[in-house]
DNA sequence: CGCCAAATTGAGTCCGATCAACGACAGTGG
DNA sequence: CCACTGTCGTTGATCGGACTCAATTTGGCG
């Protein structure tokens, strides 16, 4: 592995703090390739053999039901994800892909177990990572069953404008529709329902023309939406999902 | 504290493997009341003071937002609750209240933080507990954005079936509406419609008077409905198809 | 017995899904 | 350079599921 990627892997707060040897043991046993675009790299119920790492690129994190299909989250480098399948030793509840050509570290289970019953500095950290895991799914659930598809889609964009009134949404809008729990074409006409509420779109570009209108629909609060950054779709993180 | 209370505290598997001495100091500094039905312990958006433990009776995990509210989950006992707010020192992410007359033993989030960054067998404790709670949340998210209401309901009834054909609800129907994200009226109708499928219901009593025909509607997978019971009242999930 | 909350039932409405068609665009190959 | 093709996004029309509102009925409890 290359010793940029390793530092950057160690800079993650997950393995900031642990013991510099068990880290490398760690990363001794690590995989780091290469993946083109839309490849799977993990299924769900498949048994959990490996923390992932995304270091370069973006996956899709995903389940599936009875032929149905909805995005739970997109992870963006550096942040890990399917930590708590790894810890229990239980099956993956979600599939990964890729979402275009990516680089991924993978950390033998096993390995991650037995470090984290010897290194309390990682244990420790582990146990911040998963709560932060666990309350962004928290308000995703939260978000789901309080609002309504339109409320949820104008959150959605605040959270992203983030002070500035323009950006490029992160991901196709077909991903984030099902990311918000919706239909590709419901979506398209949330969009446009949204105009006289302060938003333009063009393409992937949205312009926040009236934040003050959007807030009206949108009634953001850090209790569904979060401040710490964690766990929505497509943050750029030193965190992690899962 | 009651010295029976204290035994079945450390019996959790939060506690089962820590040192002794830390036991004793975490009792210490904790409370343990009684508190009369539909009493509010927590309101989200407060700090996280302390985590709470059920000894006795029921407590409602539920969040609101704009006028609106949604039951999150049911703890019984002896079970924890908000230990990932408690973990990261943030604030609640869902209110709490009685359901019943009911027992709480709080302990103080300031001397579980610092009992778990010097205990190393509670620290992996902490970390099963949280990976199991955030793998429940995952589920009830993959259940909301996969199944209709009608297959959610089905795939609940089973859960709760365990086996034998008959059961008594757990909860209010009102509260299980909420928990399954529909109205107490389509609850209602839903219970009705599933009649053909194998359900009659006389009150709480709910009979499964056709598992087959149930199991055709709810599909039901360990990758949604089974397994590790943290949150949901749990089930210990097999068969399926799809 | 009487009170109140919960549960049911019915009727009407609305939101969101489905189905189908079309335009925009990128990649491919002739 | 340009048809060919597949995917994505949009739009329209329609359908169905779920919500709302309102009226009873049921059941628990003082």
């Known amino acids: 592995m290359r010793n940029a990627d390793l530092e950057e892997i160690r800079d993650l707060p997950l393995f900031r703090d642990m013991d510099g040897d068990h880290f490398g043991n760690l990363m001794r046993g690590a995989y780091h390739q290469n993946f083109p675009p839309q490849v799977t790299l993990i299924e769900e119920g ?10 370069e ?19 963006r480098p550096v942040a890990t994800f399917i930590l708590a399948a790894c810890i229990n030793d239980a099956p993956y509840l979600m599939s990964a892909r890729t979402m275009m050509p990516s680089r991924i570290a993978m950390i033998a289970g096993s390995d991650l177990r037995a470090t984290f019953a010897r290194d309390a500095a990682f244990a420790q950290a ?3 990572e998963l709560a932060g895991c666990y309350r962004s799914v928290v308000r995703h ?4 069953k309080l609002r309504a598809s339109r409320e949820r ?26 990311y918000l729990g919706m239909t590709p074409e419901n979506l398209s006409r949330a969009l446009k329902s949204l105009g006289p509420d302060g938003v333009s779109v063009d393409g992937m570009r949205v312009t926040i023309t009236d934040a003050a209108a959007l807030v009206a629909v ?3 609060t850090p209790l569904i939406d979060g401040g710490d950054g964690c766990g929505d779709l497509s943050y750029t993180g030193s965190s992690s999902n899962c």
Chains 1, 2 share one sequence.
């Not at 498949?46 to 270091?55: G, K």
């Not at 973006?58 to 992870?75: D, H, P, S």
């Not at 659930?141 to 789901?144: F, H, R």
Request: glycine share 8%; net charge positive.
């Open 126 to 128: 582990i146990v911040r």
């Open 46 to 55: 498949r048994p959990a053999d490996f923390l992932h790492i995304v270091t």
């Open 57 to 75: 690129g973006a996956v899709e994190l995903y389940a599936g039901w009875n032929g149905r299909e909805t995005t739970m989250a997109v992870v």
């Open 218 to 220: 949108a009634c953001p």
């Open 141 to 144: 659930a939260k978000d789901l």
């Open 153 to 178: 889609l104008a959150a959605y964009l605040l959270r992203h404008a983030r002070g500035s009134g323009a950006f490029d949404l992160p991901v196709e809008k077909r991903t984030l529709a099902s």
